[in-house]
């Protein structure tokens, strides 16, 4: 396969058909990457292939790389080696400075939220909106961006408030509003259920389904969060050793026999997860 190399222009032609357009070829293709933090290598060799319209479980080790490997995917993070192909564009043949049109077609959601302390929510959400469509207008990217917050599941009354005015579970929604603001097709969330409760959490998740559902998204998802696996995780992959060791359903997963995923599904919260999976 030939390097495309990414420009703006690719993106502002017919954006009616952008969908369509790498339909016959995974949304994203990571081969053969390798990043390293001085002698210290995070991956190495690693591949990973995530299909179009799944939501993709990632799990591992803390530390193994998981944010790491999000990070290379959006082109935050250039690899020592390896190429990265996301929605049919060579993500690793560009320098990262370059303004890059197909970085429109996603939305990240941060591990932590990374919302600016200094705007509101619904200024959080009309961010990227101002950033990658300037000639809207003002009433009409507000606008926007309000409608965004309601998809994400917060209230009306959230739009106009701070971020040191939610509770945690309403600043990962407003993270989603955000990373949803400009219809994205990739959607990347990292740890989004990581300090709810778990009723806050099952909601997140509900939600996150149903986003995918109507919007048609695919969804690459970190998460430690054994029960978000089993209720909305198409496939999950699975790293260790600095690589992708295994990729599939949970139960295609056991069968592998690895010891690390073993023990991470047979353990007492993989098993109290299946359960409540089960019970439905
Ligand atoms: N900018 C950086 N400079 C140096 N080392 C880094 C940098 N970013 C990440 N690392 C290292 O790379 C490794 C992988 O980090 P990463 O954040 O991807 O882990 P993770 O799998 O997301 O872990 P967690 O589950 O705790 O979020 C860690 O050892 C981390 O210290
Ligand atoms: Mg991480």
């Known amino acids: 396969m030939t390097e495309q190399p990414i420009l703006d222009e690719d993106y502002c032609d017919d954006p009616a058909n952008a969908h369509e357009r790498f339909c016959d070829q995974p949304p994203i293709v990571v081969e053969g990457l390798v990043n390293k933090f001085g002698d210290f290598a995070v991956h190495d060799g690693l591949n990973l292939e995530v299909n179009r319209g799944e939501i993709l479980g990632v799990v591992g080790g ?3 790389g998981k944010s790491v490997l999000m990070r290379s995917i959006i082109g935050l993070q250039r690899p020592n080696a390896g190429r990265i192909d996301v929605l049919g564009r060579t993500i690793t043949a560009v320098d990262l400075d370059q303004k890059i049109g197909v970085r429109r077609r996603w ?10 302390s200094t ?8 961010v990227p909106l101002k950033q990658f469509y300037p000639n809207i207008d003002d009433n009409l ?8 917050v309601l998809m994400s599941g917060l209230p009306e009354e959230a739009i106009a408030k701070y971020p040191s005015e939610l509770s945690g579970g309403m600043k990962k929604r407003a993270g989603l509003a955000r ?19 778990p009723i806050g959490a099952a909601a997140f998740d509900r939600q996150t389904r149903e986003l995918k559902e109507t919007l ?8 430690h969060d054994l029960d978000t696996l089993y209720e909305i995780c198409d496939r999950v992959a699975v790293l260790a050793d600095k690589q992708v060791i295994a990729v599939g359903t949970i139960p295609e997963l056991i069968e592998t026999g690895h010891p690390w995923i073993e023990e991470y ?13 089960e019970r439905g």
């Open 107 to 116: 939305g990240v959601l941060f591990q932590g939220g990374a919302l600016f």
């Open 141 to 148: 990217r507000k606008e926007i961006a309000r409608y965004k």
């Open 216 to 223: 048609g998204l695919t969804v690459f998802l970190i998460t």
């Open 265 to 277: 599904f047979g353990g007492p919260r993989g098993r109290s997860a299946l359960a409540t999976h």
């Open 119 to 126: 705007l509101t929510v619904g200024e959080n959400v009309e």
């Open 62 to 64: 803390s530390g193994t």
């Open 179 to 197: 990373a949803l603001a400009l219809d994205p097709e990739l959607l990347f969330l990292d740890e989004p259920t990581a300090g709810l409760d």
